[in-house]
């Protein structure tokens, strides 16, 4: 009501109407006491000849406290009526100058009977109607200030008639009290004014607030809240009660804690209302209508013992922060965990010790993932990996965690496994489903998976040490075949630590030129003469002693040191066979890597030319293997290669995939009949059916065929009648070193030994031997 009677009735009025409150608050009782003092006084004279004056005497008295208190029980002090606040205060301030005449006339005549008869009541009296007076008109100096000089001049006369002779004592003590009083009372009064416009200042600045925040209330996505001592809500406003879904009524005197989902947030709030400190920024869950939203709440303990704050709906924010930290941690194609997620909760579930703990690490890759995504194209690819996903992640239970690390890498973490045996049975799961075939997009896809299972039982896992244990498994199964699944065993370490020193030790040989060629010649069948030299590479090791191919191709080719391996028996194979005395071709075989290679072109013509030797004696053998990878790149390549104008040879036909669609691609010089059919040719039929047709897909297409392997006189002279144009192998000629190249008679001198059989194994596989 304050801000509308400041603005109806201005500031003076205001505080007449405070004023005029407070005086009525007490004017009943002082009404009462006056009256009740007049009447005592008309006892106090009972039997003496001034009794009639005096009982008129407290009649009016009593007529002008009555006067006062019926006017007070009228007065409204939220008024805003101008005339009834000065109505008020004039028949207020009349009655009481009336009843100020009246107490004067009767302490001139009544006073000194009444002191003569009863000294001590004069003193009771004159006290108590000073100090009444004086603590009901603190509102109005005016009035009480006329009260007290009335009372000074009473004290005056009385001064001069009480005693024969005048007191002057006493006059100057009346004269003395009352100014002091009179000045006191002034004081009193304008400190009240004071009070009052102070208090006007501050409600109307409170009123401004509490405007301002309803406002801020309506317009803004916050709301306030209060509770008492209790933690219980109150002052609710419309907004809380809206955003809660309840009735405000309904919320008010509640518990503010009530309000959340149980957790650990709740309970953190509870402890800090509790202890009534300051907060900020706490995300809690709160049921709306059956919906779960989220509310972020600020408080700070007020004097009063209160605690308040802010309110506000981080509904939107949250899911769009646990929409991120989602895309954060999980593979957006597959849906699994990523490698961000999975590293965690690894570091997680390994770092608690846990007494009797038991976790598995499966590693997966899909085998001949690359192959899919060459032939059949990316898209395919990724439905591949969606459905592979989708199988693994039904096989695995819900307490584990399946995750794509990339590529067709794939990784299951086995939380709570019994045994090593469960760990083996859930790999052996995931390589059953992958093998079976994939329909995708119309397409139908045949793939397999390779495991390797890693298997921890202490209390306490290196993370980094148990992935890298499941690696090494992984690898065992690529070893040991593909589609199965292999375990983790301490025999990986002593490989793999071999594998890492030789890593290092062939950075340093092809640095140091560590390397030596060697050369297996290849006959004609149908004269029996040398037409040409494979060229085999060998590794000088000055500890190791010699080291072959198998030993050391495939970790070059996993660093990239196979490029410049390769360009090195490039350049040196054209400079050693430009210095033969017979015009024989010389073969170099190229690695896949070495194809995808933009110096390859460049690197063979800086050789052809520093070595000046006829391109056509260089034979330059690919394997199917390498086709398979970025086919119509490699096709582009070998073309780029012809127009070198060095012949091209395909290598290993018939152990890789759609070789009649390369031989359709490219025009092949030369095809050569892999070791495996030409081992078993004369012990199998379907091996005989299968290099006789080779030799016949040849002819036909104006290609000539060379047969590896060749270890014995019987295999030779099969080959020969069935029309085959070349052959290699042991029983011709084991790889000589360059400086002891002289051509023997087709016979072997001497049939090798296992050892030197086995040192041979596939002269290479992907690259050099």
Known sequence: ???????????????????????????????????????????????????????????????????????????????????????????????ANVETAFWV???????????????????????????????????FPRPMSSYLAGAMAGAGVLSFILTDTISWPSLALAVVFGSVLIRACWRQGHDYEQQLREQIAQQSNADTVKMLLHEYEASASDWLWEVDDGNCLRNVCER?????????????????????????????????????TPFRDLTLEIKVQGESRWWMISGKPGIDGSLRGVLRDVTDSRQTEQHVAHLARYDTLSGLANRLLFNETMAEVL????????????????????????????????????????????????????ARLGGDE?????????????????????????????????????????????????????AEEFMRQADLALYAAKRAGRSTYADYDASLNLRERTRRDLELDLRTAIAEGQFKL??????????????????????????????????????????????????WIIRQALHEAASWEESHRIAINLSPIQMRSPSLVTVLTSAIINAQIDPQRVEIEITESALMHDSEANVEMLYRLRELGVRIALDDFGTGYSSLNYLRAFPFDK???????????????????????????????????????????????????????????????????AEHLLEPSPEPQQWPTQEAMASNVHPIRSHVA
């Open 240 to 276: 809380f009660g809206h955003a809660a879904g309840l009735d405000r009524d309904f919320l008010e005197g509640r518990e503010l804690v009530g309000l959340f989902a149980s957790g650990p947030t709740r309970e953190k709030l509870a402890g800090l209302l509790l202890e009534r």
């Open 351 to 402: 770092g608690d010790q846990v007494k009797n703990r038991r976790v598995g690490l499966l590693y997966i890759d899909l085998d001949h993932f690359k192959s899919v995504n060459d032939k059949l194209g990316h898209h395919i690819g990724d439905e591949l990996v969606k459905e592979a996903a989708a199988r693994i992640e039904g096989i695995v239970r819900e307490h584990d965690l399946a």
């Open 671 to 737: 095809i050569k009949i892999d070791r495996c059919f030409v081992s078993e040719m004369l012990d199998r039929k379907d091996c005989q059916a299968i290099v006789r047709n080779v030799v016949m897909l040849a002819r036909a297409l104006g290609m000539e065929t060379t047969a590896e392997g060749v270890e014995t006189r019987e295999q030779y002279e099969w080959l020969k009648r069935h029309g085959c144009t070349d052959a290699q192998g042991y029983y011709i000629s084991r790889p000589i070193e």
């Open 105 to 139: 006339i009767g302490a001139v005549l009544l006073f000194p009977t009444l002191f003569e008869n009863h000294p001590v009541f004069f003193a009771v009296l004159t006290a108590g109607l000073m100090s009444s007076t004086v603590l009901a008109y603190r509102p």
């Open 410 to 462: 794939f990784a299951v973490l086995l939380t709570r496994v019994r045994d090593l045996d469960a760990a083996h049975q859930c790999a052996q799961r995931i390589v059953d489903a992958m093998a079976e075939p994939f329909h995708l997009m119309g397409q139908t896809v045949r793939i397999s998976a390779s495991v390797g299972v890693a298997y921890c039982s202490a209390p306490k896992c290196d």
């Open 518 to 567: 060697v050369y297996q010649p290849q006959v004609c069948l149908k004269t029996g003469e040398w037409t040409g030299k494979e060229a085999l590479v060998r590794w000088e090791h000055p500890v190791r002693g010699r080291i072959m191919p198998a030993e050391f191709i495939d970790i070059a080719e996993e660093t990239g040191l196979i490029i410049p391996l390769g360009e």
């Open 1 to 95: 009501m304050t801000q509308k009677q400041l603005a109806i009735l201005g500031e003076k009025n205001l505080l007449l109407a405070w004023r005029l409150r407070e005086f009525v608050s007490h004017l009943p009782s002082l009404c009462g006491l006056h009256a009740f003092a007049a009447f005592a006084c008309v006892l106090g004279v009972w039997g003496h000849p001034v009794l009639a004056f005096s009982i008129a005497w407290a009649a009016v008295i009593g007529l002008c406290n009555l006067r006062q208190w019926r006017v007070a029980r009228d007065f409204y002090a939220d008024t805003i009526d101008e005339s009834h606040l000065h109505t008020t205060y004039r028949e207020l301030n009349l009655a």
